[in-house]
């Protein structure tokens, strides 16, 4: 197909319905966020993951709803609840 170049200006449309709006920040051909807003967000995301499993980690914060943890991507998680049931057993009458 080749590449796209974008020419034109760029509208998007807000998540509350209220009609088309004029895009005025720099975004990729594709819509996605840029190289420096890439590493930003994903700073971010990385030390709120940090904060969530440091959060998990201690008993008197662990009840604090956070969106993700690093922990939800250990294999310890997997290994937990694999050893919960006897592998098999649901073969057995």
Known sequence: MGKFA???QL???PPLDTGW?????QTSANGLLIGSEQALAGTAALALG?????KDQLPL????PL???LGDHSPLNSLRTSLQVVPGSEFRP
């Open 50 to 54: 940090a904060i969530a499993w440091l």
């Open 21 to 25: 709006a004029l895009q005025r920040t």
């Open 11 to 13: 509208y998007t449309a």
């Open 6 to 8: 974008h020419s034109g």
């Open 61 to 64: 914060f662990s009840w604090l």
């Open 67 to 69: 969106p993700c943890s």
